[in-house]
């Protein structure tokens, strides 16, 4: 970038932007008034003078001259003081530009080989506080701040680097300042002022120094001595020879570019001519900078729009993301991406495009569609060039949907049809699906589409439909090939294909929809759609068509041939089934469905003749391909697909004489056939399954004796013809009836009980129907009744899984008697002989394992009971024994060990000593099983906290703080949240310990902490608000502004905000604390609680602060500007600072208020 004449690389000016620039200033810089110290050899000359010696510039090395007077007595250190002190040096222009460089205090960066203290006198009389070291006590070279005195300081005489021997000892010997300088260009870019080529510090520097540590180091210079800088290893900065105000200058112009503020950009934009860019380098230049910053880029874009900018701003780059098929644009792409659209889409932009060799960035693509689609009036025939263009490119659905409905409305349907023809694309893609026959995941082949199911179907119903007259063949040709297409890549796949499914998808009336082929139902309605309108305009052309798909072997093909075949008005019926023997097998399965409804639709209209021909196919049975157990089951299969047509026939036609004789010759064979509801349709297994139907109905069932019913249903097997009912559908009808009949199931179960039927499908759902059925308690100790040793021995987990559920429904727990809770205490303790491990949940989460396994499920149980005991009476001493003789000494005793600990709070107000004993101990204990069981349990049941259980349990949160290493996720949260609530109100050590739980946690972590002490703060009074913040909270933020005891991340910090809302007190100090804390980017937060609360009445200055503060991280920001002009106003009548109200307003300006 060229200023004032010096051609600045873009490393420095990117260095001054990110805070990354150390400048390091030699005695050039101090040389002009009213500064006026001599460089270093004017300082020698005038210390020889001083001395009475004679100084030869030529043939005497400066340190090394000065060594000499200095170990022949002479106090030279003391005269360079006294010389640099004297007459009170004034700052001069150049210290005071190179302090604005930096665009605050805290980014100074300053090194400087001088020994006056002309910069930090500049600082003070702008009341900057800045930190100052003094050789040879030096800060680390790559983390440091303020003036670093490199040579030493007049006010430190013997620290002053000056002769030979202190050179020596900085960069040879000690090497503090070579260490300092080596790490400091390791670091940060450094621009050297103030210097020549021929300077004993460059020397020294660069001979300590190896060249290739300078790469990121330059030097301001008008030598013209080339070959020695470039020996320095220091790139060259030159400015006009001996022009020492032009560098000046420039210094001062780039920390005014630094500073400048976005209301000076709006200025500086205002004054660009609109048509012409800027002419000279260095006004060039400076747009280019400004141009960096995106606020920047939207003034410019509403100022320009000359196409002399459009070619200037290309050539200059900012559009090559545009024009970069491989790239994601940005906020700044999509400015200039507007820019180009609004003023030059019908013109210039296809020159621009025609550069770059017709490359462009798909996103780019859709912002130009999009432009035509909202502009309904523009240019027609440069919309379809754009289409031409892009159309194929386009990636977003909506874009491309909106876009062909545009063309629609502008009456372009060539457009539009060659747009929707583009839809028919698609990739193949290969995802999980779940067998219900197998009952396991398998890899399925399917197909991702350019649209959505419902876009595509929506498109061709409202916009495409009614247009297809003059696209009918074109339509019939691309459907066809796009079934035939998918057909053969399914059928050729050897990874998870669902042919079959393909092949019968519903072509009716899309009610039985196949996620996986959404899109076909709408191209089987094009092709039916198209059909129709080929036979209505060209009977020859449909026939023609209709023959030449019929030689193909697709079946959803010659299914939608038929069901036009069906549906065409001009064919005669004799004619249409004639078709059909030509060309397919009456009995083919997959195309069972049409030639069924084809058959039937025809029959009442066909000669006898025909009638015959269709009754003998269909006697001619070949099941040759079928595998049969027998003969006898052969001869039964053959005779149902008879039976099935000939139903069909006759339900559907009134010429069924024939039809009647054969239905009743089969049934003298086969009396259980019964008439299917839809024999025409084939049904798949999945269907079966989830199209269950019971084989029977309730009555009918209901009328049986029990002894019917046990054999009906023990007895009952799937038919292996698929059919309408089944296994799953007469388990779904039996649940039903046992919730409604409580009594018939009891005589059911005694059934069962006295067959002796153990392990039948049919227990699980018996307990299940009576579970729901059961509202009163005189149902449930009916049902007890029945349950006998034998059913408990071998229902083990469905018995103690009825009595659990039972007991959750209130309308039975609140009226159980004693009597009844002593029955169930001693059913539980029985039932504990007989409880197994499950094998299926020996590697399930402990909390699976306790709802799922007889052994948690009878402890559940048993606490459940525990708790009808009354309070006063504790924890009965059968009780007790029981679970310390028997529960704790079982297989699955760590399920135990979960159940009592989740409820250790209760337990604990019954009877604290036997609790902690018993209970609590494990949780301490050194069996690592137990001690994780009883950690899960606890947590997951911990929820009342009364303060003489939570001031046991504190020291034992305490004390194993280390149990949160392999706690799960959730399950972390809830020990964080409970420890948190007991430090919050138990504890005198929070900060201690809160330190001590969150040393090593995630972010996730640290942010749910934050989250509950925002709940916590909810809850609370405004007094107990300010004794929080003052006893721990202002703390801790402090420690969390140091990253201690772990990083502060955007997440945990946005719900620390949400503290500092609710602190009303304390809002002055909570904000000043939120705006040093050290966050780069915030996400979320929720910026109308800030412009709309209180605080900005009473805390004017402090809301203003930390708004500007949150603004300038967070990424996307949405207000309201009707907010922001209302926030002002208030903060107006307050009386804010100009100054704040200006920085508040450019914070405004710069991020996207909408």
């Known amino acids: 970038m060229v200023i004032n004449g010096v051609d600045f690389p873009r490393e420095i000016l990117d260095a001054v932007n990110n805070n990354e620039l150390v400048i390091f200033a030699g005695a050039g810089v101090s040389v002009d008034a009213p500064t006026s110290l001599p460089n270093f050899k004017g300082l020698t000359q005038m210390i020889a003078q001083q001395c009475g010696e004679i100084y030869d510039e030529d043939n005497d090395r400066i340190d090394e001259f000065l060594g000499d007077l200095h170990r022949r007595g002479k106090r030279v250190k003391n005269i360079v003081s006294r010389q640099l002190t004297a007459n009170n040096p004034l700052p001069n222009h150049f210290h005071y530009n190179i302090l604005d460089l930096f665009k605050s205090a805290s980014a100074i960066r300053i090194v400087t080989t001088n020994q006056d203290e002309m910069f930090e006198n500049a600082a003070k009389e702008r009341d900057w506080k800045i930190p100052v070291y003094n050789s040879p006590a030096v800060p680390y070279g790559d983390s440091f701040n303020g003036v670093v005195h490199l040579h030493g300081n007049v006010k430190d005489v013997e620290n002053i680097i000056i002769t030979d021997e202190d050179f020596g000892k900085a960069y040879m010997l000690n090497g503090y300042a070579t260490r300092f300088v080596v790490d400091m260009l390791k670091k940060y870019t450094v621009l050297f002022i103030g210097y020549s080529y021929d300077d004993l510090i460059v020397r020294y520097l660069t001979s300590s120094i190896p060249s290739e540590s300078f790469s990121g180091a330059y030097i301001l210079s008008s030598d013209d001595n080339t070959k020695a800088l470039n020996r320095t290893g220091l790139k060259i900065i030159r400015f006009p020879e001996k022009d020492y105000d032009a560098e000046c200058e420039a210094i001062r112009i780039i920390g005014e570019y630094t500073k400048r503020g976005l209301l000076d950009w709006k200025k500086r934009i205002t004054g660009l001519n609109k048509d012409l860019p800027p002419a000279d ?59 180009l659209i609004v003023n030059f889409v019908d013109n210039e932009l296809l020159s621009i495009i025609k550069k770059h060799d017709n490359k462009t960035n798909y996103l780019f693509c859709e912002e130009i569609i999009k432009h035509f689609i909202i502009h309904e009036q523009g240019d027609d025939e440069l919309f379809e060039v754009y289409i031409s263009l892009y159309g194929r490119k386009l990636k977003n659905s909506h874009i491309i949907c909106e876009m062909i409905k545009a063309t629609e409305k502008r009456g372009m349907y060539d457009c539009m049809w060659r747009a929707f023809k ?214 039964r299969m053959i005779a149902y697909i008879k039976y099935n047509w000939f139903v069909w026939i006759q339900s559907q036609c009134q010429d069924v004489d024939e039809i009647e004789k054969q239905i009743k010759i089969i049934n003298r064979n086969f009396p259980d056939f019964k008439p299917r509801k839809h024999p025409e349709l084939i049904i798949s297994p999945t269907e079966i399954i989830h199209g269950s139907i019971s084989p029977i109905s309730k009555s009918d069932l209901k009328e049986m004796s029990y002894g019917d019913v046990y054999n009906y249903l023990t007895e009952f097997k799937q038919e292996e013809i698929a059919g309408e009912s089944d296994l799953y559908g007469l388990l779904q009808m039996f649940v039903e009836l046992s919730c409604e009949d409580i009594k018939w199931t009891i005589g059911v179960v005694d059934e069962f009980v006295n067959n002796k039927c153990w392990t039948n499908i049919f227990w699980s759902y018996i307990f299940n129907g009576l579970r729901r059925g059961i509202n009163k308690k005189s149902d449930f100790i009916n049902v007890l009744n029945h349950i006998n040793e034998d059913v408990i021995q071998n229902e083990t987990y469905y018995v103690i899984q009825f009595i659990s559920d039972i007991l959750e429904k209130d309308i039975v727990y609140n009226k159980i008697s004693k009597t009844l809770r002593e029955r169930l205490f001693k059913i539980v303790t029985h039932i504990w002989d007989y409880c197994t491990v499950r094998p299926e949940l020996a590697k399930e989460d402990m909390l699976i394992r306790v709802y799922n396994d007889s052994t948690g499920v009878a402890c559940r149980v048993l606490v459940k009971l525990l708790s009808l005991i009354p309070y006063e009476e504790g924890i009965p001493k059968k009780y007790r024994k029981f679970i310390q003789d028997v529960a704790l000494n079982s297989t699955n005793v760590d399920e135990v060990i979960f159940v009592l600990c989740a409820h250790a709070s209760e337990l604990f107000s019954r009877d604290n000593k036997w609790t902690e004993d018993n209970v609590l101990y494990y949780l301490q204990c050194e069996n690592d099983n137990f001690v994780h069981a009883s950690w899960e349990g606890f947590l997951y049941g911990l929820s009342d906290f009364n303060i003489p259980f939570a001031s046991r349990i504190l020291p034992i949160f305490h004390e194993n703080i280390q149990v949160m290493q392999w706690l799960e996720k959730e399950q972390k949260y809830k020990f964080i949240h409970d420890y948190t609530i007991m430090l919050v109100y138990i504890d005198d050590n929070i900060v201690a310990h809160v330190g001590k739980m969150l040393n090593g946690s995630s972010e996730g972590e640290r942010e749910r902490f934050a989250f509950y002490i925002k709940q916590i703060l909810e809850n609370m009074q405004i007094e107990q608000r300010s004794e929080l913040w003052n006893r721990w909270i202002k703390e801790y933020w402090e420690l969390r502004i140091d990253n201690v005891p772990e990083k502060l991340c955007a997440s945990e910090f946005s719900q620390m905000l949400d503290w500092v809302l609710l602190l009303e007190n304390e809002f002055d100090e909570a904000a000043e604390l939120a705006c040093k804390s050290p966050i780069e980017k915030l996400t979320s937060v929720f910026l109308d609680d800030f412009f709309n609360c209180k605080f900005v009445e009473l805390y004017p200055e402090e809301i203003t602060k930390l708004l500007i503060y949150i603004l300038l991280r967070m990424e996307n920001v949405w207000i309201k500007k009707e907010e922001v002009k209302e926030f002002r106003q208030k903060i107006l009548k307050r009386k804010v600072p100009q100054k704040l109200l200006d920085e508040f307003n450019e914070t405004i300006d710069r991020v996207a208020v909408n």
């Not at 874009?301 to 701003?313: A, M, P, S, T, V």
């Not at 290309?314 to 200039?336: A, P, R």
């Not at 038929?562 to 005669?572: A, C, D, M, Q």
Request: charged share 30%; aromatic share 14%; proline share 1%.
């Open 281 to 339: 380098d260095a006004s060039k230049d400076e747009i280019l900078e400004g141009l960096k910053d995106i606020k920047v880029q939207e003034y410019l874009c509403q100022r320009i729009n000359g196409k002399e900018w459009l070619y200037w701003l290309d050539n200059n780059g900012l559009f090559l993301s545009l024009f970069d098929e491989t790239k994601c644009l940005d906020t700044n792409d999509y400015i200039w991406a507007n820019w």
């Open 422 to 635: 583009d839809t028919f694309s698609y990739e193949i893609v290969i995802k999980d699906s779940y067998s219900f026959v197998d009952n396991k995941l398998q890899n399925k082949i399917t197909y991702k589409w350019k649209l959505e199911h419902y876009q595509f179907k929506e498109l061709w119903i409202k916009t495409v439909c009614g247009h297809l007259q003059g696209y009918k063949m074109d339509a019939l040709d691309l459907c066809a090939n796009t079934i035939m297409r998918l057909y053969f890549e399914l059928d050729k796949k050897e990874v998870g294909t669902d042919i079959f499914s393909f092949n019968i998808i519903d072509i009716e009336n899309n009610e039985k929809t196949h996620y996986r082929y959404l899109e076909l139902y709408t191209i089987c309605d094009i092709v039916k759609k198209s059909l129709y309108l080929l036979s209505e305009s060209d009977k020859n052309g449909y026939m023609l068509w209709i023959n030449k798909i019929m030689k193909y072997d697709i079946p959803l093909l010659s299914r939608l041939v038929l069901y036009s075949v069906r549906e065409n008005k001009f064919i005669p019926s004799q004619e249409k089934i004639e078709l059909l023997f030509a060309n397919y097998e009456i009995h083919d399965t997959l195309l069972r469905e049409q030639i069924f409804k084809l058959v039937a639709f025809s029959y009442d209209e066909l000669s006898d003749e025909m009638k015959n021909i269709i009754i003998n196919k269909i006697l001619d049975v070949d099941v040759s391909g079928m595998q049969f157990e027998d003969e006898k089951d052969e001869e």
